[in-house]
């Protein structure tokens, strides 16, 4: 098991950007999947972002490819988010999440998640 705890939320101006960090707790970080998420109001919860066990694996949403960055951190049990070029469609509750079997992308397979984070992008 593993406990999850998101920060670097906050307002940033459009073209801006932002760092979000997942800290985790326990002693098996490096055999969890992890990946961030968003939910903005009136929307589903959708994948941002997911990073395989030894960070060689990624895979991005198609909005937010070439813009956003994920990156773990086995060492310090930290995942990361790297955001630029924020545009105020972006403006969302960001989660992270980690999951010791993936199958499809989606929020309901992974078992693990932070409180959440938000992050809200003005024009």
């Known amino acids: 098991q593993v406990q999850l705890v998101e920060s670097g939320g906050g307002l940033v101006q459009a073209g801006g950007s932002l760092r979000l960090s997942c800290a985790a707790s326990g002693r098996t970080f490096s055999s969890y999947v992890m990946g961030w998420f968003r939910q903005a109001p009136g929307k589903e919860r959708e994948p941002v972002a997911v990073?395989?066990?030894?960070?060689?694996?990624?895979s991005y949403g198609d909005a937010v490819k070439g813009r956003f960055t994920i990156s773990r951190d086995n060492a310090k049990n930290t995942v990361a988010l790297q955001m630029t070029s924020l545009n105020p469609e972006d403006t969302a509750v960001y989660y992270c999440?980690?999951?010791?079997?993936?199958?499809?992308?989606?929020?309901?397979?992974?078992?693990?998640w932070g409180q959440g984070t938000q992050v809200t992008v003005s024009s």
């Open positions: 990073i395989g066990w030894t960070g060689t694996r990624t």
């Open positions: 999440a980690a999951t010791l079997k993936l199958g499809a992308v989606t929020a309901t397979n992974f078992q693990y």
